[in-house]
């Protein structure tokens, strides 16, 4: 029987690993530059505490690492040395766990002498103690040394392995140290070495190049079922995942993000490393079965909910199937506050009524806002907070962000009507809207010989009549609705021609109307502007409240939580808006200082409590180097955290202190396209 003798793979033990003295690892100078960032750490550290937590005979699995010897791939840096491993895949995980190590040896070295010497071994060489096992790529293998060996003295200087350190460092503490290093042993991977005739490219790509990336309702799926026994998964599987997926279907990963911003009241970000399904994590940490059977018959009702939303033909009452058809105008953005009122009137918590009251204040504040040229983002979260504390704070949320009357009102005298159709429909009576066109009067194009008296054609308009009535084109007064027959019997007519053959035997009251019109010109148009306008505004009213945001003001928990540093970081908002003070802040890291500043001047409780349940950002002392603010001689502000940590950290201890919902910030333009 033939032998691999090129590829030894077996399961091995990550930290007896890394602790044995022939360990020494060099990472190749064609290896990408280290970027885990403070969310990977936490998942890291979250997933060795877990494991920590359990009975002797749990693992956590942390995958395959895959290595050589320098004859196997080629030359990895002027260090390493004839025995040195070269690490080809794992890099990332290997140096985000030694700088775990680094934070907690450096934690416990005056307190505990023994757990120092055991991590010790797995940080420095055997052969020469003033050496890093694991040795980066020559560019930044200073920074990374000087971190683990603790030589930092800058104390400007930031990177990835200072900010993670710094995570680390503020996150374990000396009296939890033995259940760390608990889990660190517990932690296993699949080790594979490369013989001479290996070829480590093939294997790396086989590794990392192989099927597709899960997607996020996939990992709920898989992380739902895990643990269960094969007769439990099922069940769970038959009498809830399976109903979930045929409600959904293809949108079952847009369920899921909008299930957690309904529940959660918080933004998910569906981009990126797997935004939905961390949220669902951290909404559900454990799933233990008791538990399980009751949160999935939640999951699937609201899948139900999310079908007839989806196809609103299958709600058997024809005012909710009428409002559900209308609000898909829109798309599906307003959904999770939909499914939360549908659910409370189909439960008897609410009567039919409020349910059609919020189906009509989300049409009036996505069609209001589109007139005038708001966006729509960053608001349904907002409102489902909102819908939490009652109806009337639902009304008052909406109509602090629909666009007044006024607004409203100027914008359509000479802006493009936005969903014509759906506009037209609703003012001109039409339901069905599957036989009918919407009819530009004053053509977008008019041939030389139309004309809008039968007298002059096109051709003998001036200049400035011409732009004046291409301005107005496509305005509300220059359009109706007319019936798919009449449209192509008239096509390409004059006024006098269409208003004869066409208008005059429409179906449509308001189109009839257009009979009696003599001539069609620009005050025409703005006189049948005004009256239509009249009627938009009934359909549509803005719930009457009396206070209003024209700025766009997004509220604070409301704010994208972006990783590392992104270009335009530092001119991303405009100003804050704090409990009605205006800040002229530009950037998240300004905007962290001064809210941890304000809340130890206004709230030191939820100051202290925040960062003592969080392990930071406030600390008794500045226990490692890097940037930070003093409040008073025993209390600091560490500074160092990427923009995402920083804008979790503003958010939770402003919720702390119960004013999250009275702070805003205005995005600049370069916030907006961030």
Not at 62 to 76: T, W
Not at 247 to 273: K, N, P, Q
Not at 646 to 663: D, H, K, P, W
């Amino acid at each position: 029987m033939a032998m691999a003798t090129n590829v030894d793979a077996h399961a091995t033990g990550t930290i007896e690993w890394l602790s044995a003295s022939t360990t020494n690892i060099v990472v190749p100078v064609y290896q990408r530059q280290y970027r885990w960032d403070i969310g990977g750490c936490e998942k890291l550290l979250a997933d060795i505490r877990a494991v920590a937590g359990e009975d002797d005979g749990h693992r956590h699995f942390i995958g395959s690492i895959l290595s050589g010897r320098d004859a196997a791939s080629g030359s990895a840096g002027a260090d390493a040395g004839d025995d040195d491993l070269i690490l080809i895949d794992g890099q990332q995980r290997i140096t985000t766990i030694m700088l775990l190590i680094a934070a907690l040896h450096h934690a416990v070295r005056e307190s505990d002498p023994t757990l120092a010497s055991e991590l010790q071994r797995v940080l420095v060489r055997a052969d020469d103690p003033t050496r890093t096992k694991l040795r980066p790529h020559d560019a930044w293998a200073g920074l990374y040394e000087s971190v683990v060996l603790d030589r930092r003295d800058d104390a400007e200087r930031e990177s990835r392995f200072d900010d993670n350190y710094a995570f680390f460092r503020s996150q374990v503490h000396a009296d939890e140290a033995p259940a760390i290093w608990r889990g660190l042993q517990r932690l296993e991977h699949v080790s594979i070495t490369l013989g001479p005739r290996a070829s480590a490219q093939q294997i790396f790509e086989s590794l990392n190049s192989t099927g597709q990336p899960l997607r996020d309702h996939e990992l709920i799926h898989n992380y739902i079922l895990m643990g269960l026994s094969h007769a439990e998964q099922q069940r769970i599987e038959r009498e809830f995942w399976l109903p979930i997926e045929q409600h959904t279907g293809e949108t079952i990963g847009a369920f899921w993000r909008h299930h957690l911003v309904m529940t959660t009241g918080r933004e998910i970000d569906a981009a990126g490393e797997h935004g939905v399904y961390a949220a669902f994590r951290g909404s559900f940490p454990r799933l233990d079965l008791e538990h399980l059977r009751s949160d999935a018959a939640v999951w699937r009702e609201y899948a139900e909910i999310y079908g007839i939303l989806l196809d609103p033909a299958r709600e058997p009452d024809p005012v909710l199937r009428s409002q559900l058809q209308l609000l898909n105008t829109f798309g599906r953005t307003a959904y999770p506050l939909v499914m939360s009122s549908y659910a409370d009137h189909r439960r008897g918590v609410i009567p039919r009524e409020q349910l059609v009251d919020v189906l009509e204040w989300v049409q009036a504040l996505f069609l209001r806002r589109a007139i005038v040229g708001l966006p729509t983002d960053r608001l349904i979260a907002r409102l489902c907070r909102a819908r939490a504390e009652g109806h009337d704070a639902l009304m008052r949320a909406i109509g602090r962000i629909t666009p007044s009357d006024e607004r409203v009102s100027a914008v359509l005298k000479y802006g493009e009507l936005p969903h014509p159709a759906y506009v037209l429909g609703r003012i001109e009576g039409v339901e069905d809207l599957s036989d009918y066109d919407v009819e530009t009067i004053v053509p977008p194009v008019p041939a030389t010989s139309w004309s809008g008296d039968g007298i002059r054609a096109w051709n003998e308009y001036s200049e400035d009549e011409q732009n004046a009535h291409r301005a107005l084109t496509p305005t509300l007064g220059n359009l109706t609705l007319l019936e798919d027959a009449l449209t192509l019997r008239v096509f390409g007519a004059s006024f006098p021609e269409k208003r004869d053959l066409a208008y005059a035997r429409s179906s449509i009251s308001a189109t009839r109307e257009l009979a009696g019109i003599p001539a069609w010109n620009t005050a025409a148009i703005a006189a049948r502007t005004v009256r239509l306008t009249a009627e938009l505004l009934r359909i549509w009213p803005r719930p009457d409240v009396g206070e209003i945001d024209d700025d766009g003001l997004t509220p604070v928990l409301d704010a994208v939580r972006r990783r590392g540093w992104p270009a335009g970081w530092d001119r991303e908002f405009d100003y804050c808006e704090y409990r009605g003070e205006h800040w002229e802040i530009k950037d998240v890291r300004a905007l962290f200082n001064r809210v941890f500043r304000r809340a130890w001047t206004d709230d030191r409780a939820a100051a202290l409590a925040y960062s003592a349940e969080h392990g930071g950002p406030l600390y008794a002392e500045m226990a490692w180097k890097g940037q930070w603010d003093e409040f008073d001689e025993s209390h600091f502000l560490y500074m160092g955290w990427d923009s995402h940590y920083m804008m979790t950290a503003l958010q939770g201890v402003l919720e702390e202190s119960g004013i999250a919902a009275e702070v805003f910030v205005k995005y600049s333009y370069i916030g907006n396209v961030m």
